[in-house]
């Protein structure tokens, strides 16, 4: 079992930045691809960005990409979002979730929320205007 706990969310201005972060505890995520999706009030969960296990790989949902950045420290068994330029359209409460698999990066494999088994309990982030 993995369980996960991110931290780093909060209330921020439209044009600021955050960086969540998500502690896994329980065995090394050294062999999982991870992610973060987000959910936003009324509205279906979705895709934020993923990492492939060796961190060599990334893929975004084109609504972040270029402002958002996803990286891993397997020696702290943490993955991390950069979120910067922040919209008040991000705001959501944001997941990590982690996923035992050590392929390459595709989108059927990590960019849908039914691959992954492990979820953590989310992180709010609001955005000011």
């Known amino acids: 079992q993995v369980q996960l706990v991110e931290s780093g969310g909060g209330l921020v201005q439209a044009g600021g930045s955050l960086r969540l972060s998500c502690a896994a505890s329980?065995?090394?995520?050294?062999?999982?691809?991870m992610g973060w999706f987000r959910q936003a009030p009324g509205k279906e969960r979705e895709f934020v960005a993923a990492?492939?296990?060796?961190?060599?790989?990334?893929g975004y949902a084109d609504s972040v990409k270029g402002r958002f950045t996803i990286s891993r420290d397997n020696a702290k068994n943490t993955v991390y979002l950069q979120m910067n330029s922040l919209k008040p359209e991000d705001t959501a409460v944001y997941y990590c979730?982690?996923?035992?698999?050590?392929?390459?990066?595709?989108?059927?494999?990590?960019?849908?929320?039914?691959?992954?088994?492990?979820w953590g309990q989310g992180t709010r982030v609001t955005v000011s205007s």
């Open positions: 329980g065995r090394s995520i050294s062999s999982y691809a």
């Open positions: 979730a982690a996923r035992y698999y050590t392929g390459s990066y595709s989108s059927w494999a990590l960019a849908t929320e039914s691959a992954y088994a492990y």
């Open positions: 990492i492939t296990w060796r961190g060599d790989s990334t």
